[in-house]
Nanobody, 123 residues
């Protein structure tokens, strides 16, 4: 499956952005989906994940209560609504897909990755 992110940009602290990830190719509903981010000089870190049907979600503590992950299997789309953004949220955001998952927070378990979209939050 090919993943294409969109929706990144520059926003002031306290603002909102909505990221989207379009899945091209194989059946989107067969994949467990996640969002990760990577800031300059830092390792890629887990942000949020959602199961195949969209009934279960998981979040990093740093974004819990501010970000919301969702999916639309009919439209082959994954979304990340980001509210109350902080300068420390600045990073390249990646969507990722996994056919089988045991630990959603482990990037090594994801089979496919998008090219990333830049999110910059100014103070």
């Amino acid at each position: 499956v090919q993943l294409v992110e969109s929706g990144g940009g520059l926003v002031q602290a306290g603002g909102s952005l909505r990221l989207s990830c379009a899945a091209l190719g194989r059946t989107f509903s067969r994949y467990f989906m996640g969002w990760f981010r990577q800031a300059p000089g830092k390792e890629r870190e887990f942000v949020a994940a959602i199961n195949w049907s969209g009934t279960n979600t998981e979040y990093a503590d740093s974004v819990k209560g501010r970000f919301a992950i969702s999916r639309d299997n009919a439209k082959n789309t994954l979304n990340l609504q980001m509210n109350s953004l902080k300068p420390e949220d600045t990073a390249i955001y990646y969507c990722a897909a996994a056919q089988w998952i045991s630990t959603a927070r482990n990037p090594g378990q994801y089979n496919y990755w998008g090219q990333g979209t830049q999110v910059t939050v100014s103070s």
